[in-house]
């Protein structure tokens, strides 16, 4: 391990023991989009603080800028003016390919079309972030994946493809992709929109076991009663932060 990589471990295991240090700090976010000779302005000026193990629900209107800040946080993106600090990390010193190595390590994703492979089974999607990070032999993956699957419910499903499961199966398998490499942070881009209100519910519910057992979850909802589960809900308006409600 070079001397950037051992200090950038010990500048994260630091941040990771001290518990006043934020999980996610955005100073003074700004994003801009260039369409053309068109600029659109999806956030100005956001400030946002995430403590470790907590939930936050993001809620505002559609093009309020909601998913452009999951954007930013999980370096997916990069804001036009100010700073993001994440796990410890300034993500504008990490170039593309060092943020996809950073991403792959500390953050999960579950977008709300689920995204999985058609030509794979349930295990072997889960597995696929695993393969990227060349975590573990090929037994060993398979076993982990198996544990995350049954860490959502579907540990009798590991052979299935996904056209052999229904939706809240499906997303319950991306969670559990999502999960593969033991991430800190899990980030859900609208996790229930695609799913009937029974199975949105019980999705929540998946969410909520996850941030027990010590994950930090942030989500984009349009649903103010799954928001309105979350011990803190952060309200956006064009492109600003309008609200920061704590229960």
């Not at 500048?11 to 023991?17: D, H, P």
């Not at 800190?184 to 695609?194: K, Q, Y």
Request: glycine share 10%.
């Amino acid at each position: 391990m070079n001397a950037q990589r051992l200090e950038a471990t010990s500048r994260e295991a630091t941040m990771a023991a001290d518990s006043d240090t934020p999980i996610i700090s955005l100073e003074g976010i700004g994003k801009i989009y260039g369409m053309g000779r068109v600029e659109y302005e999806a956030l100005r000026g956001v400030d946002l603080e995430v403590a470790s193990g907590e939930m936050v629900a993001i809620v505002g209107p559609s093009g309020s800028g909601k998913s452009t800040i999951l954007n930013i946080i999980t370096g997916i993106d990069r804001p036009t003016a100010g700073s993001v600090a994440v796990t410890g990390r300034d993500l504008s010193e990490l170039d593309e390919e060092e943020l996809a190595a950073w991403r792959g390590r500390h953050v999960g994703i579950v977008f709300q079309f689920f995204q999985l492979l058609p030509t794979l089974t349930a295990s072997e999607n889960v597995m696929l972030p695993l393969d990227f990070a060349r975590i573990g032999t090929v037994a060993e993956r398979s076993d982990r994946a198996a544990a995350r699957l049954g860490r959502v419910g579907l540990g009798g499903q590991l052979d299935k493809f996904p056209s052999e499961l229904s939706g809240g199966e499906q997303q319950r398998v991306a969670i559990a992709r999502a999960l593969a490499c033991d991430p800190s942070i899990l980030v859900a881009d609208e996790p229930t929109g695609n799913l009937d209100t029974d199975t949105a519910g019980e999705m929540f519910s998946v969410l909520e076991n996850v941030n027990e057992l010590g994950t930090t979850v942030i989500y984009v909802t349009h649903d103010l009663a799954l928001a309105e589960r979350a011990p803190r809900v952060v309200s956006i308006r064009d492109g600003r932060l309008s609200g920061d409600d704590r229960r």
